[in-house]
């Protein structure tokens, strides 16, 4: 049912013996200047014949699903028809079209009160990460840093979006363990942009995977560290330095505008920050993901992260 082939903007062959293969397309854009995020993201699991996901829109004035301006978000819809991503169109009211391969993409989506159009421009090449550090979560990745520009009406409100963003695509077994515990945090301005994938190291976070893109050019970080800071459990700033295969470092602190918490997957609780980053001389703003395992966030100790 589902259209495959073996680009960046085709769904994969699967194993149809495995359930938890999975495939992803997220993207994500920000207006700043209202502190709001918007997401559109969706998962498919074509061995079991389910999909999910949708459309969501948060600001500072709410942080959990129920309160935000939008949140649409789907799960084990079963898929009933034939689905091409590269021009995907779902009955709850996705509509999102390749323009130009690895590149530039349309997306739209429109259900009650909410209308949103823009497109998204790649600022870095549709490079396909390997799985080193993340098999539990995907076989093949990408992170690509845009621009976006469109609209976006929520809640009987206009706003219009113009930013530097990301855009993500992933494809493989995805597996919610009991012990996940990961931060992904990255940040695209004009100039340069950022991925960094972390864990908890000590005082610090280590980092493990993710890119450097300066002037255009981007490779693949060879290391880094970065520093949350809390107070009275709620994250204030974040310090990051990384250091890519060339042996360019950039380093800078970053600042949340906004804060949602929710389940993308059962068992699988992920905060979202948009976050406003000076890195070097230059303002950009991307986001921190705070994912943790259920149990984990149980059982965390507030007092150790302060």
Not at 13 to 32: K, L, V
Not at 38 to 67: E, K, M, S, T
Not at 255 to 283: F, R, S
Request: contains cysteine; aromatic residues 12%.
């Amino acid at each position: 049912m589902l259209v495959t082939g073996d680009t960046v903007d085709t769904f994969h062959r699967w194993d149809n013996s495995d359930p938890n293969w999975t495939e992803t397309t997220w993207f994500g854009a920000w207006i700043p200047e209202a502190a709001t995020s918007v997401y559109v993201y969706h998962w498919f699991r074509p061995a079991i014949g389910i999909y999910g996901g949708g459309c969501f829109v948060w600001n500072a004035g709410a942080q959990l699903p129920w309160d935000i301006p939008a949140f649409y978000y789907d799960v084990n819809l079963p898929i009933r028809s034939r689905l091409d991503l590269s021009a995907l169109a779902l009955p709850e009211g996705t509509r999102i079209q390749t323009v130009t391969p690895g590149e530039c993409y349309d997306i739209r989506y429109a259900r009650n009160d909410v209308e949103l159009a823009m497109q998204f421009k790649a600022l870095t090449p549709a490079h396909v990460s390997s799985a080193h550090g993340m098999q539990e979560f995907f076989a093949g990745h990408v992170d690509q840093a845009g621009r976006y520009r469109g609209s976006l009406r929520v809640g009987g409100r206009e706003l219009a979006i113009d930013c530097c963003g990301i855009r993500d695509r992933s494809w493989g077994p995805r597996v919610i363990t009991e012990s996940i515990r990961m931060n992904y945090c990255h940040g695209q301005g004009e100039r340069q942009a950022f991925v960094s994938y972390s864990t908890p190291d000590g005082a610090s976070d280590r980092v493990f995977r993710g890119y450097l893109a300066l002037d255009g050019r981007r490779c693949d970080l060879q290391g880094g560290h970065r520093h949350p800071h809390y107070r009275n459990g709620e994250l204030q700033s974040i310090d990051i330095e990384v250091t890519d295969t060339e042996g360019r470092t950039r380093s800078g602190r970053g600042v949340p505008l906004n804060k949602l918490g929710y389940m993308p997957y059962p068992n699988l609780l992920t905060w979202l920050y948009l976050m406003k980053w000076q890195i070097g001389d230059e303002i950009i703003y991307g986001e921190e993901q705070d994912v943790w395992s259920v149990p984990l966030w149980r059982a965390r100790s507030r007092e150790s992260r302060q």
